[in-house]
């Protein structure tokens, strides 16, 4: 949108732009939900095998399942077997185990929250 008008300093007409509001895409994000199967990354490592719950806000599953991974990597842990991979519904969601709700608040908060049940043998 444009206005002119005169200046009140030395009587020229001038004109300024009013910006408009761009509209923003669409990035919707849902939370996703990922049981693994997982095995340390270092032989050292006391704990011989897990079972990690990670919860990923994303657009959609596939990218929602590369940050699991590259996660669990970055904290020393390899992926051994997805065993369950959605999108959580709202009806889910409500019946989620309370344990849960930690991981999936902090995922809400930071893109993605994960428990990694550990096991020695």
């Not at 009587?11 to 990035?27: G, M």
């Not at 095995?39 to 050292?44: Q, V």
């Not at 842990?77 to 409500?94: D, F, G, S, V």
Request: proline share 6%; charged share 25%; net charge neutral.
């Amino acid at each position: 949108m444009v206005n002119s008008g005169k200046c009140p300093n030395c009587d020229k007409t001038v004109s300024s732009v009013k910006a408009e509001p761009l509209e923003a895409k669409s990035t919707k994000m849902y939370p996703y939900f990922f049981s693994i199967k997982v095995l340390p990354s270092s032989d050292r490592h006391p704990i011989k095998g897990g079972q990690a719950h990670v919860w990923v806000m994303d657009q959609n599953l596939d990218s929602a399942q590369i940050r699991a991974i590259d996660y669990l990597r970055k904290h020393h842990w390899e992926a051994q077997e997805i065993e369950l991979a959605e999108r959580m519904q709202p009806e889910q969601l409500a019946q989620m185990d309370k344990r849960e709700e930690p991981h999936l608040l902090q995922a809400q908060r930071h893109g993605i929250g994960c428990s990694v049940l550990g096991w020695k043998s």
